[in-house]
């Protein structure tokens, strides 16, 4: 029988999520009774700065009226662009409004994703970014987060990491992350490379099925590792396994979040990296779901650790949280995992814990938060700005209306995956009808766009099979696409509207939109690439167009 100081011990090797804006009755159970150590936040856990704050505080005063050593790691995705945590459900599409008219309840200030970043050519701006990310979370008690992306989108049909990803060159991705990651950790969070050893190269998606990658270990090396090594180097505080096979490294088809050849002889022993290790979250397909292969999520905690990883992530149900650490009580006390690596893996924790947790300063909180705020909204604008990239046409910009109207197309809203898509179901309703077609970002553009146009916009939202047509008193069009180069129905839609008219296409999201299909639009079209679909993101394309004649 284990005692409350073992279970102690074993509490550190554990991030868990929960459901709501308050400390919940699962996370006190975890905290308390289980010995939980190290949380993390979702969309689902904030609705302002200031609750988010109190949230953490209450489950800090938790910890350590149980008896905790330390503060607690309370870590939470926010990677900017479309995988940002830290942002409220309630703001909805008028995020900018709520910012600006509510300093202190507002979250965190939207910045471009890795993408985007990369597609300003400064690695100084994504280092600035990284700190100002960095503050914001600190400032409400954030002290771990799990970004930068460190993957290379070596597969353009990669349903998972796309955009998300600084790009597919190899160095250039690992001197964003470095940057990214240093701005992060100069803030006082945490930073945490993922997904190890690179999620970039598939078309299969781990929320899903397990992606095999089956590529040598000396290809591997020159691409996947790369940016790896480079964070290594820099001394990055924590690393996220992914789960993905690598068949030809390990000779088997065993995640690489479960894989003792990965996690401790490749990262441990001939990388040399001593930083803590955590899995992604062990309730993604590939390793939650038995009937493909995977091992259950209790079973796949055990293998985690077995394999070296310090820290296992369970982001969503308490009876799958409870099970996991019961299994890991269980091999405990029948000998079969060591005791030994629990507890040197213990120090690994304990050492960042120091580094990064702290208590949250309470002296004119509101008043810094809100000039830190202002600060910020400067960086975002100055960043949304540098990503656009105008790919072809630019002489047309920007397109001017004469009398007439601007023709605005965006997709029917359709899932992109599990990381950016709404876990609370957003776009659907119970019985999974869509809820709303046009979706919050591109409504909030259009309606946006139409006020600088003096309601001299017509917005349609196109789907699979229907008509387009573009009527007479139309100036121009702007045809929105988001993953066309996967969702081919968008570009059946846009060769309808091939009618020489003056069109600015955009590219909301991946920017592979048109490869292999230049010629058939450069020639007489503006292309622009947004790397999102926010309606920060967006909001800059207003600037592409005017009612009246340049002076």
């Given amino acids: 029988m284990l005692t409350d100081e073992q279970k102690k ?24 009774q289980y010995h939980l150590q190290n949380v993390i936040l979702f969309k689902r856990n904030v609705e302002s700065a200031e609750q988010t704050r109190e949230l953490i505080n209450n489950l800090q005063t938790l910890s350590k009226n149980a008896g905790h050593d330390g503060e607690l790691l309370i870590g939470i995705d926010q990677e900017n662009g479309l995988v940002s945590a830290f942002s409220s459900p309630k703001a909805g599409t008028q995020l900018c ?39 914001e979370l600190k400032s409400v008690g954030i002290n771990w987060v799990y970004s930068p992306v460190a993957d290379i989108n070596l597969d353009s049909r990669n349903p998972v990491i796309g955009v998300r990803s600084f790009g597919e060159d190899p160095e250039k991705v690992a001197k964003f992350a470095v940057a990214a990651s240093e701005g992060l950790t100069s803030a006082g969070v945490a930073s945490t490379a993922k997904h190890f050893p690179g999620h970039g190269d598939t078309h299969v998606d781990s929320h899903l099925a397990l992606p095999r990658i089956m590529k040598p270990k000396s290809q591997i090396e020159t691409q996947e590792l790369v940016p790896f090594r480079a964070l290594i180097a820099s ?21 690489s979040s479960l894989s003792y050849e990965i996690t401790t002889r490749l990262l441990r022993d001939e990388m040399k990296y001593e930083g803590v290790v955590v899995t992604d979250c062990l309730e993604m397909d ?19 650790l077995k394999a070296g990883a310090d820290i296992v992530m369970i982001c969503h149900r308490i009876d799958r949280q409870k099970a996991a650490l019961e299994r890991v009580y269980k091999a405990v ?23 990064f947790a702290g208590k949250i300063k309470e002296e004119n909180w509101a008043e810094e938060w809100k000039k830190m705020k202002a600060e910020h909204e400067l960086l975002s604008n100055e960043a949304y700005r540098l990503s656009q990239r105008v790919v072809w046409g630019s002489e047309m910009l920007p397109l001017r209306l004469d009398q007439g109207h601007l023709v605005l197309f965006t997709p029917q809203m359709e899932s992109i995956n599990a990381a950016v898509d709404s876990e609370e179901g957003v776009l659907k309703n119970a019985d999974g ?14 309606k946006s766009l139409s006020d600088k146009l003096e309601g001299r916009l017509k917005h349609v939202v196109y789907s699979a099979g229907q008509k387009l047509t573009v009527d007479d008193q139309a100036d121009g069009v702007m045809f929105v696409m988001r993953n066309a180069d996967q969702k081919r129905w968008q570009l059946e839609s846009l060769k309808q509207l091939e009618n020489k008219k003056k069109m600015i296409l955009v590219s909301s999201c991946g920017p592979y939109d048109l490869d292999g299909i230049v010629s058939e639009y450069s020639e007489w079209t503006c292309y622009i690439q947004t790397y999102e679909f926010s309606f920060v993101g967006l909001s800059f394309l207003n600037s592409h167009v005017c009612t009246q004649p340049l002076l």
């Fill in 9 to 32: 011990e074993i509490g550190k090797h554990f991030v868990f999520g929960f459901h709501g804006f308050t400390a919940s009755d699962d996370i006190q159970t975890l905290i308390t």
């Fill in 235 to 255: 001394s990055i505080p924590s690393i996220m396994t992914g789960h993905m096979a690598l068949p030809l490294l390990t000779g088997d088809e065993t995640p």
């Fill in 97 to 135: 409004v709520y910012i600006l008219s509510n300093p202190i309840h507002a979250h965190h200030i939207p910045s471009p994703g890795a993408m985007g970043q990369a597609a300003s050519g400064s690695i100084e701006l994504a280092r600035r970014v990284g700190v100002a990310t960095g503050k």
């Fill in 286 to 304: 590939a390793i939650a779901d038995e009937g493909q292969g995977g091992p259950g999520v209790a079973e796949g905690a055990l293998q985690a």
């Fill in 333 to 355: 006390e029948e000998g079969e995992i060591s005791w030994d690596f629990i507890k040197e893996s213990g120090k690994r924790v304990d050492e960042m814990k120091k580094k």
């Fill in 433 to 446: 009808t869509v809820r709303n077609t046009a979706g919050p970002s591109y409504l909030a553009f259009a």
